[in-house]
């Protein structure tokens, strides 16, 4: 009877036991405030990747929402200060990255891009107009002066990326950083250079175990 009582009482604590959580972390640089002038929203970039964006066009847009045509803007981001639990920067999670923009009235935004890198440069990029295309199921394939959209992509399944026309290149047909950024725990984002940004978003989303001990550690436990 004792050991129908134990096993009972073991089942008990197994089912009790959460199953492995989902823990979401955010960074966010600018505001969601519809390119409204009114307040500073500075940008922030480590001294590599201001080298790597600075290569593509005239000059930075060190604040969101300041509409200056010719002038790229750069972030960088870290999945440390996203709050991102411990040992959850390892690749093994899926990483967003959205981006409000909006492109300039009399620029040329056809040949904008958004380009993302690692801590070591840009790794991948494609243009808006290909952003454009996805978003609108191909109804609209080209990125327009006053076109206004929140573009969205995972990193672990991006569209391929394109040629790079900067010093500071990218491979062509990478189709997921997850890995790169992961181990790095910095996610670099750049926009060139008629396209004002109103905000940059990264969405962390890893697999967080919840389970205090194995199965074998429980019937030692309570053996």
Known sequence: MAVHVWRACLGAVLLAV??????????????PDDFSPAGVETTSA????ETCMSNTTAGVR???????????????????????????????????????????????TTNDYLILGAGNGALWGVTLN????LRTNGADCTWSPGDTATF??????????????????W?????????????????????TDDTCVDYLAVRYD??????PRSWGSLKVLYH
């Open 18 to 31: 959460p199953l492995p959580a989902f823990a979401t972390s955010l960074c966010q640089a600018g505001a």
């Open 46 to 49: 480590t001294p590599r990747w």
């Open 62 to 108: 060190a604040e969101f929402d300041g509409c200056v045509i010719d002038h790229y803007v750069r972030q960088s981001f870290f999945l440390g200060s996203c709050g991102a639990a411990d040992g959850d920067t390892t690749g093994s999670g899926t990483i967003v990255v959205t981006v409000r923009v909006r492109g300039m009235a009399g620029s040329a």
């Open 130 to 133: 290909t952003l454009q295309c």
């Open 152 to 169: 969205t992509v995972r990193l672990n399944d991006l569209p391929p990326s394109s040629a790079s026309p900067f010093i500071c290149a």
């Open 171 to 191: 491979p062509q047909l990478v189709t997921t950083l997850t890995a790169a950024v992961g181990d790095s725990g910095e996610l670099d984002v750049g926009i």
């Open 206 to 211: 890893a697999a967080v175990p919840t389970r």
